[in-house]
């Protein structure tokens, strides 16, 4: 059974960066494609930015160009979202999540194609 858990989440200043992680356990990360998706009060839960399983390539949502980055630490089991330059817009819980096989880049977005998920991480961008 594959388990994720989100950590790193607080609140912090518009502007500031913040960096998320995803502990991954019941399997290596390296076989994995994961993905970070968000969730603000009253809205759906949208996509921010993911990495296939082989190469280190971010795969972002164009709300998150040039401000989220994915990377993953093999011999920790866990995956990193680095957040940059963050507006009030970006507060919402932080979910991680993970699926099997190789998925084709353009599927990365959508939240049906993952088997796993964490149970989220708040993030507050308020001054």
């Known amino acids: 059974q594959v388990e994720l858990v989100e950590s790193g989440g607080g609140l912090v200043q518009p502007g500031s960066s913040l960096r998320l992680s995803c502990a991954v356990s019941g399997r290596t990360v390296s076989t994995l494609a994961m993905a970070w998706f968000r969730q603000a009060p009253g809205k759906e839960r949208e996509f921010v930015a993911a990495l296939k399983r082989t190469g280190g390539t971010t795969y972002p949502a164009n709300s998150m160009r040039g401000r989220a980055t994915v990377s993953r630490d093999n011999g920790k089991n866990t995956v990193y979202l680095q957040m940059n330059n963050l507006e009030a817009e970006d507060t919402a819980i932080y979910y991680c999540?993970?699926?099997?096989?190789?998925?084709?880049?353009?599927?990365?977005?959508?939240?049906?194609?993952?088997?796993?998920w964490g149970q989220g991480t708040q993030v507050t961008v308020s001054s």
């Open positions: 999540a993970a699926a099997g096989g190789s998925p084709i880049v353009s599927s990365l977005g959508y939240a049906s194609l993952y088997d796993y």
